[in-house]
């Protein structure tokens, strides 16, 4: 087959199944042109011809005014774009429920959620709408809707993708991943789209060969489970058993498991809950009617951008807007982001010692299956479960969910996180995994 007849393929599969999924919230129109290897991006990434609207009426029309580096690479590269996929507003929730134009829903299970932010780019891979898909990951939006989805979710080291052209949130965590099938696409996704770039100066000048063939052998591997992460109340008996025959598969392969205790993982949540909102706060200041998004009329200035942004903004961005315009105060700024710098700096190093023994953490990708649409409406309770991904971006470390297996018909992951630039190794480890 032709490349020009894969992309007709899945351009055919999204018209019969994105009704039902709404994993796109855009799609490019097909012509017999389309010679090369199709993909899909989140709608937070650049790419000429397409709007990036984050999921939010503040952006709904707005076109991006030239591609990411990421869409840059990957048309490079003999790249077609096939769409924009749906997301929670701005990348803030697990769910996608906090998009403006609707959730997407879980192909293992129509009722539920795809997980999120990166919900739309985990379903279409999962549903076979794409072959891949990029998402971001700022505190688990690629990792948690691929163990959601049964696909695989990675997030690189800090600085290994180019972030230009993706739309900010917390730049300190943000990192841009791959969601494929398996470990072997992920490694070539990231042969394409790493590496150092001068329009993003976190980018490092750390040449990382993802150009392998990944062996998935396990032997002599020690892994390390953060006792903390065993024993938090909100994770699900039964996940929690799946987990744990997934540690006995993997001890079978000759690799080590052991339990061990990292105490500053007890507050990565409260920790992540203060930096990203802070970031995101500053970060969402631009879109104030001026500069950008729908302007509102009003008689001065103040009017003006607060009913802008009063009309554009949803309430989970609005919160967050709250909490971190509120931690960064002169007032609170000690008492609050301070106090989750040091703790962030805590942890960096709690993880980097453990690291140091061990190859890899493991834990589970997340503490239950995907929930029914509209089940949780409580926030908190939704912050409360990025327990397990949010350390490798408060690290900066490389981190991947693995599909492994099912709970009451639903998938669940296990997650690997390494020490920086280790990012090949945990591909060649959950080559073993999965
Ligand atoms: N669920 C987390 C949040 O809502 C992570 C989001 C993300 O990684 N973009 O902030």
């Known amino acids: 087959i032709s490349l020009g007849d894969t992309y007709k393929f899945y351009r055919e599969r999204i018209d019969k199944y994105n009704n039902e999924l709404n994993a796109f919230l855009q799609v490019r129109t097909f012509s017999e042109e389309r010679q090369g290897f199709p993909y899909a991006i989140k709608d937070n990434i650049l790419a000429v011809g397409t709007r990036t609207t984050c ?27 096939l769409g924009k996929t749906n997301m929670d507003e701005f990348a803030m929730g697990s769910s996608t429920e906090n998009s403006a134009f609707g959730p997407s829903r879980n192909p293992w299970d129509l009722n539920r959620i795809p997980g999120g932010s990166s919900g739309g ?65 992920a490694a070539d996704v990231m042969s394409m789209i790493s590496g150092h770039d001068s329009r993003d100066s976190n980018t490092i000048r750390h040449a990382l060969s ?44 000759g690799a080590d498991v052991e339990v061990i205790s990292v105490p500053s993982v007890e507050y990565a949540v409260a920790t992540y809950y203060l930096i990203a909102p802070a970031e995101a706060s ?23 951008t607060s009913k802008s942004r009063d009309r554009g903004f949803g309430k ?15 007032t609170y700024y000690d008492a609050y982001y301070r106090k989750a710098l040091k703790t962030r700096r805590v942890m960096a ?18 503490p239950v299956v995907a929930p029914r649409i509209g089940e949780i409406n409580d926030p908190l309770a939704y912050y409360l479960m990025d327990i397990y991904t949010i350390p490798a971006n408060v690290a900066g470390l490389p981190s991947i969910s693995v599909p492994a297996g099912f709970v009451n018909g639903m998938p669940v992951g296990v997650l690997i996180t390494g020490k920086r630039f280790s990012d090949v190794s945990i591909l060649d480890a959950a080559k073993g995994i999965e």
């Open 55 to 81: 999921a939010s009426r503040i952006l709904e029309n707005y076109d991006s005014p030239y591609d990411a580096t990421v869409t840059q690479k990957l048309n490079s590269k003999g790249g077609q774009l």
């Open 210 to 253: 993802f150009d392998t063939s990944l062996g998935g052998n396990l032997k002599g591997l020690k892994f390390a489970v953060p006792s903390e992460m065993l024993s938090y109340p909100g994770l699900d008996e039964e996940v929690k058993e799946k987990f744990l025959s997934i540690t006995r598969d993997i001890e079978r392969s």
């Open 349 to 366: 190093g709690e993880l980097s010692k453990v690291l140091d023994e061990y190859d890899f953490i493991l834990n589970p990708s997340s």
């Open 282 to 304: 500053s970060n969402l200041s631009r879109y104030d009617g001026i500069r950008f998004g729908p302007r509102q009329q009003s008689e001065d200035y103040e009017g003006l």
């Open 121 to 185: 780019s985990a379903a279409a891979v999962a549903a076979g709408l794409a072959p891949f898909a990029l998402g971001s990951d700022t505190g688990g939006s690629v990792r948690q809707p691929a163990s959601m989805c049964g696909i695989v979710g990675f997030k690189p080291t800090y600085g290994l993708v180019s972030r230009y052209g993706l739309v900010a949130f917390a730049s300190s965590l943000d990192q841009i991943g791959p969601m494929t099938r398996c470990s072997q696409d």
């Open 316 to 330: 989970e961005v609005k919160r967050r807007i709250l909490l971190g315009t509120f931690t960064l105060s002169a």
